[in-house]
């Protein structure tokens, strides 16, 4: 009995692909899922983890982290994915907060997971994919010994996933277990599905960590439709570019980052390879300068559809590539709760003003074991915010500003960073670019650019004549850094999210 799609009355092949590893070649149909998440589940339930109840998943990207996710996804339990770039501490904060039941790890993470087995408690039910652990069981001797029935009592579940930690301590979200049969169409599917077009004939290419809200959510959402997903271990430009043409890839999703890396390949490496199966490509995440959209649409066509979200979920924004044509720079309009721009206070503002981004009517959710800063989230009719500044024009599209944790208030006026650091990445030998505020006696805070280089031995004062230069030609003067620092690299999350905090820790005092 396959239970991964009964509301689906599609008659479906066994044996066709639900997922792809690109770096092992490891291949699961959809016979294989169905069978592999049964016995999932069985393991759950042989170690006390009943419906309602939580397990935390720490892998890269892992042919048994998607079985795992689908376990608990039958066995109406709450699963949590955790980014494999944390510390020890951090993991074991957010296994602990989450209240697992049960932690499955890969062994290819090393000596973290020495740390982690000592900070975590002992009656913890701990599992380990590959070779031999001290302190964690065998995942797949427990798994695959274990029966491919279904169990006795199989519910919905669902996922409760950290934010990123890029402004403050992840946070895990949490939504209310839908008490559902198992594969019962959730909301994220059905507005997924109707979106972006996926269905039997996606053949979907993810290039993210898995452990992220996005891209999980949305492979699973393309298996749940019928669809074959491609994953890749890790992103590299022209990898992604030459699995495309192998695969016949017809739809994908990116960041803005990855969009920067292949425009900036040689044109000889990006034209090599033929891109004529993509029907749908999304991006999101992360701002995306206009100049660089403009360029791939010019590029891929106009099949790049965006969207504005959180792991919240509180509310959903998307724009076709044909909309963002006519309104560039927007997210896009509502496709899920009721858009609003409110003031400090969480009143309404006129349309066209810029505030605070809330949604109403939207899915409700809640920080797990945090009522404060849940509530720090509302306004007084109950509207919900996740700190993004923004505003909606007449038609209601919404343009998004920055963050109001970046936001830079320099001789009281406010700049957003957002917008420079747009300007700053067109320059041909800017890689990426992080802009702060800096303490500064006269101002409070001035700007600072901290620019990572295509080629790191180009930076000099040369260099940064040049750039301040093309700053002072592309914006205002108060908005133009008065400095610019040069980095190996930048500390961004792999789903293209920076975490500015680390960069601002760096000129501000402890």
């Known amino acids: 009995m396959n239970l991964l799609f009964p509301m689906n009355p599609q008659p479906r092949d066994e044996d066709r ?28 339930r042989s170690c006390g983890v009943a419906s309602g109840g939580h397990i935390a998943v720490l892998m890269k990207n892992h042919r048994r982290l998607v079985e795992a996710c689908f376990g608990g996804d039958r066995a109406g339990v709450y699963y949590t994915t955790i980014s494999t770039r ?24 090393g000596a973290l997971l020495v740390q982690l087995r000592a900070l975590l408690p002992q009656d913890l039910r701990c599992f380990s994919v590959g070779e031999r652990v001290p302190g964690f069981e065998p995942w797949e001797s427990a798994v695959d010994n274990a029966s491919t029935a279904p169990i006795a009592d199989p519910l919905q579940g669902l996922d409760m996933l950290y934010s990123s930690g890029t402004t403050g301590k992840p946070k895990g979200v949490k939504w209310p277990m839908p008490s559902t049969p198992v594969g019962t169409p959730t909301l994220l599917v059905d507005l997924l ?22 891209p999980l959510r ?10 074959s997903v491609f994953v890749m271990g890790h992103f590299d430009a022209e990898a992604a570019l030459q699995l495309i043409e192998q695969h016949r890839i017809t739809h994908s999703q990116w960041v803005p980052t990855m969009f920067v890396r292949m425009l900036k390949l040689p044109d000889a490496v990006r034209t090599r390879f033929d891109l004529s199966s993509m029907t749908m490509a999304v991006h999101a995440a992360a701002p995306c300068p206009v100049a660089i959209k403009q360029r ?59 505030g605070l981004v809330y949604f109403s009517e939207g899915p409700e959710f809640t920080y797990h074991n945090d ?11 109950g509207w919900s915010t996740l700190g993004d500044i923004g505003k909606v024009d007449h038609q209601g599209y919404l343009t998004l500003v920055d ?23 067109g320059h041909p030998a800017v890689a990426d670019v992080a802009v702060i505020g800096v303490p500064s006696d006269d ?9 990572q280089l295509l080629v790191e031995t180009d930076a000099g004062p040369a260099l940064v004549a040049e750039l301040l230069a093309y700053c002072t030609a592309h914006l205002a003067g108060y908005k133009c850094p008065k400095s610019i620092d040069f980095e190996p690299a930048l500390p961004r999350h792999p789903t293209g999210k920076l975490y500015k905090q680390l960069v601002r820790a760096r000129y501000w005092p402890s």
């Open 296 to 354: 791939m649409l010019a590029w891929w066509g106009p099949i790049i559809h965006e969207y504005y979200a959180g792991t919240e979920n509180n509310g959903f924004c998307a724009i076709t590539p044909q909309e963002w044509l006519a309104y560039p720079g927007s997210v896009g309009r509502a496709s899920l709760g009721v858009l609003h721009v409110c003031d400090e206070d969480g009143l309404e503002l006129a349309v066209g003003e810029t």
């Open 218 to 227: 949305h492979c699973m959402s393309v298996i749940k439709l019928g669809g």
């Open 371 to 381: 009522p404060e800063r849940t509530a720090q989230t509302r306004n007084s009719l």
């Open 193 to 214: 599905g109707a979106l972006f077009d996926y269905g039997r004939h996606s053949r979907y290419l993810s290039p993210a960590p898995l452990y992220h809200a996005a």
């Open 17 to 44: 692909l639900a997922f792809h590893m690109c770096e092992t070649g490891e291949s699961v149909s959809f016979g294989q899922l169905d069978s592999r998440a049964n016995q999932v589940a069985q393991v759950l």
């Open 403 to 425: 963050r109001r944790a970046f936001m830079i208030i320099s001789g009281g006026v406010n700049i957003y960073p957002q917008e420079i650091e747009a300007i700053l990445i």
């Open 443 to 451: 101002f409070g805070e001035d700007v600072k650019a901290v620019v």
């Open 86 to 109: 944390l510390l020890a501490q951090d993991i074991a904060y957010i296994v602990k907060d989450c209240g697992a039941r049960l932690l499955v790890v890969s062994s290819d993470l």
